[in-house]
Nanobody, 128 residues
Framework: QLQVVESGGGLVPPGGSLRLSCVVS????????IGWFRQTPGKRREGVAN????????NYTRAVRGRFTISRDLAKSTVYLEMKNLNAEDTGVYLC?????????????????????WGQGTWVIVSS
């Protein structure tokens, strides 16, 4: 069974930092692209950061570029999202998603329908 489980969310003041984790099971990270998305009530789910299956291509949405970093630890089957200088607009539930494919390198995208496996999400609340 393919599964991803997020953790690490919480309440943080503006300017603070958090590191989210996404532990995967049932597959290996070198065969799947990973995307981090976020969603707030009433808003569309948006892509925040992603990484292809090789780990060599990493992309960020403009709003988080320079503040967020996506990384992975193959031995731990874990993908991380390091978030710094958080602001109120970063508040939302953060979801990890995995995208499989037959290509040698599975590309990552910001398109929600491209992803096959989704976690339940972890809340990030930025507030003083």
């Amino acid at each position: 069974q393919l599964q991803v489980v997020e953790s690490g969310g919480g309440l943080v003041p503006p300017g603070g930092s958090l590191r989210l984790s996404c532990v995967v099971s049932g597959f290996t990270l070198d065969r799947y692209a990973i995307g981090w998305f976020r969603q707030t009530p009433g808003k569309r789910r948006e892509g925040v950061a992603n990484m292809d299956s090789s780990g060599g291509s990493r992309n960020y949405t403009r709003a988080v570029r320079g503040r967020f970093t996506i990384s992975r630890d193959l031995a731990k089957s874990t993908v991380y999202l390091e978030m710094k200088n958080l602001n109120a607009e970063d508040t939302g539930v953060y979801l990890c998603a995995a995208r499989g494919g037959s290509e040698t390198v599975v590309a990552s995208t910001f398109a929600v329908p491209d992803y096959d496996v989704w976690g339940q999400g972890t809340w990030v609340i930025v507030s003083s």
